[in-house]
């Protein structure tokens, strides 16, 4: 199996064509999907010191995606969790997307896509999120609108949600979605 270390590199090289967004349902997936928070949001950006969970995990819903090898998932390359924070409004928040991935396969779009479609289908009426500064433009083309601007953990971010009417419920998060790389 291909893994990440701490310092955000693969320990092979290869290029994956396909990928499996869904809802995290092994043991292995959830550990992928929290080294690769780990990786990002402490090690890459700093934001956090040694770890970045908090008492969402706890009973959050984890959304991974993985590259597929064979048609087998085979490695954790982004994450993202939604939980529901009262009847009806849904959060999305630590969405993670390893570097050597971020241009292939809309990979934080489908992460996007999901999340706010499998919430969705269990009863949201709201979908929000705190969004990076920098990512705002992307959320925005994702159907999404700013509603304030809030620092958290001394950065700037934007309070958003999504239309929901733009993301169809998604009842089946297990099987989830599939990508293919740009370069096909």
Same mark, same amino acid.
């Not at 092994?26 to 959830?30: G, I, S, V, Y």
């Not at 080294?35 to 402490?42: D, E, N, Q, T, W």
């Given at each position: 199996?291909?893994?990440?270390?701490?310092?955000?590199?693969l &320990?092979e090289?290869?290029?994956?064509?396909?990928?499996?967004?869904r809802?995290?349902c092994?043991?292995?997936?959830?550990q /992928?999907?929290?080294?690769?928070?780990?990786?990002?949001?402490?090690?890459?950006?700093?934001?956090?010191?040694?770890?970045d969970?908090? /008492?969402?995990d706890?009973?959050c &819903?984890?959304?991974?995606?993985?590259?597929?090898?064979a048609?087998?998932?085979?490695?954790i390359?982004g994450t993202?969790?939604?939980?529901?924070?009262?009847p009806?409004?849904w959060?999305g =928040?630590?969405l993670a997307?390893?570097?050597s991935?971020r241009s292939? /396969?809309?990979i934080?779009? &489908?992460l996007?896509?999901?999340?706010? =479609?499998r919430?969705h289908?269990?009863?949201?009426?709201q979908?929000?999120?705190h969004?990076q500064?920098?990512n /705002?433009?992307?959320?925005k083309?994702?159907?999404?609108?700013?509603?304030?601007?809030?620092?958290?953990?001394?950065?700037?971010?934007?309070?958003?949600?999504?239309?929901?009417?733009?993301y169809?419920?998604c009842?089946?998060?297990?099987s989830g979605?599939?990508t293919? =790389?740009?370069t096909?």
């Open positions: 199996m291909v893994c990440l270390d701490e310092e955000l590199t &320990t090289h290869w290029v994956p064509n396909e990928f499996l967004i809802q995290s092994q043991d292995w997936e959830l /992928g999907a929290m080294a690769l928070r780990r990786a990002v949001f402490c090690i890459e950006q700093g934001i956090f010191e040694r770890d969970r908090d /008492g969402i706890d009973h &819903t984890h959304l991974v995606a993985m590259t597929c090898q048609g087998m998932p085979d490695q390359i993202v969790r939604i939980h529901e924070q009262a009806g409004v959060w =928040s630590r997307v390893h570097p991935f292939q /396969g809309h934080g779009v &489908t996007i896509k999901l999340a706010v =479609s919430a289908a269990l009863g949201c009426h979908f929000m999120a969004v500064l920098q /705002g433009d992307l959320f083309k994702l159907h999404w609108s700013e509603h304030d601007k809030v620092f958290i953990h001394g950065r700037p971010h934007l309070e958003m949600s999504a239309d929901l009417k733009a169809p419920p009842h089946d998060p297990i979605f599939v293919r =790389s740009k096909l």
